[in-house]
């Protein structure tokens, strides 16, 4: 830790905490996430970082932007476990698989329901006396960029032609049928989006999974459904901690979730986490990049 605030200064505090700042800079800049929130799930982990002595933020900058992404929504589901006392949150069976490889040891959201008060403490204090002062030129930034995207959305939306209307209903194509009218629904899978019918599987740190086991396991269970699966793509030495898959039909997803948000599998004695995949909007640069430090 820095020497006591009244003893440095903002550039030499900013600067202690440069790599705090550029994984903020990530998820504001780069991956559009809600600048306050974000300020949270940072003053989360610094908060995990000083329980547990280990060098959580570090790690996490170590992945991929698609898991940097997934592991701050973990965050977020933690910050309202603490926040909230939600029963679920005690049970084993909500884990945060993410989180648990770069704390390196079990770890799951029993933990923090367990821990609400002295985290909520904890969370609070790291908040105010660290994330505030070392990252809050970077959530003004982020918070006037963000602004200025909603302005050019808005009057992008209102410059907008009107588009000609159609006497058909939506999703429903006019037919000849003699000298009737018959309207047909024209939504075949093949037509609806990729990003549709995509889910997002994630595996544990230290049990690796091939992608033939993954493909196989769907396959076995649910049929010819699988259009592409693609994994992580990373050195042949290293492990894929994330695929992507795409299925034939949306309602595979639907089977698959049964209504929850998140389900987990076990493909050969190895946890596999599967959601469905939500891609970031994409977003015009209207300001340059904000430098890491």
Same mark, same amino acid.
């Given at each position: ?72 929504? $973990?965050? %977020? @589901?933690?910050? =309202?476990?603490?926040?909230? *006392? ?97 309207? $047909?629904? %024209? @939504?075949?899978? =093949?037509?609806?989006?990729? *990003? ?98």
């Amino acid at each position: 830790m820095p020497p006591s605030s009244s003893f440095v200064s903002e550039q030499e505090f900013k600067m202690f905490h440069s790599i705090d700042r550029e994984l903020y800079t990530l998820l504001t800049i780069n991956l559009w996430r809600d600048p306050v929130e974000s300020l949270q799930i940072m003053a989360l982990w610094l908060w995990l970082e000083r329980t547990s002595l280990n060098d959580v933020v570090s790690k996490i900058l170590t992945l991929p932007d698609v898991l940097i992404n997934e592991i701050a929504d $973990e965050a %977020v @589901t933690c910050l =309202n476990c603490i926040n909230n *006392d939600h029963s679920a949150c005690s049970s084993e069976s909500y884990v945060i698989p993410l989180t648990q490889s770069v704390m390196d040891k079990e770890i799951s959201l029993r933990f923090f329901h367990e821990n609400r008060l002295k985290a909520t403490e904890g969370v609070a204090k790291v908040a105010n006396e660290v994330c505030i002062r070392a990252l809050n030129d970077i959530m003004q930034q982020a918070v006037a960029r963000n602004a200025a995207q909603s302005i050019a959305d808005s009057q992008k939306m209102m410059t907008a032609q009107p588009l000609q209307q159609s006497p058909v209903h939506p999703g429903f194509s006019q037919m000849r049928f003699g000298s009737s009218d018959v309207l $047909e629904s %024209v @939504t075949p899978e =093949n037509e609806v989006p990729p *990003d549709d019918r995509t889910m997002f599987v994630t595996f544990s740190k230290g049990y690796p999974v091939e992608e033939r086991e993954v493909g196989e396991f769907f396959t076995r269970t649910y049929g010819d459904c699988i259009e592409s699966l693609v994994m992580q793509d990373v050195q042949s030495s290293e492990q894929s901690l994330f695929a992507k898959i795409v299925f034939r039909s949306a309602a595979t997803i639907d089977v698959i979730l049964n209504g929850m948000g998140k389900v987990k599998f076990t493909i050969n004695g190895k946890h596999v986490w599967a959601r469905k995949y939500v891609p970031k909007p994409l977003k015009s640069q209207l300001m340059p990049s904000l430098p890491s430090v």
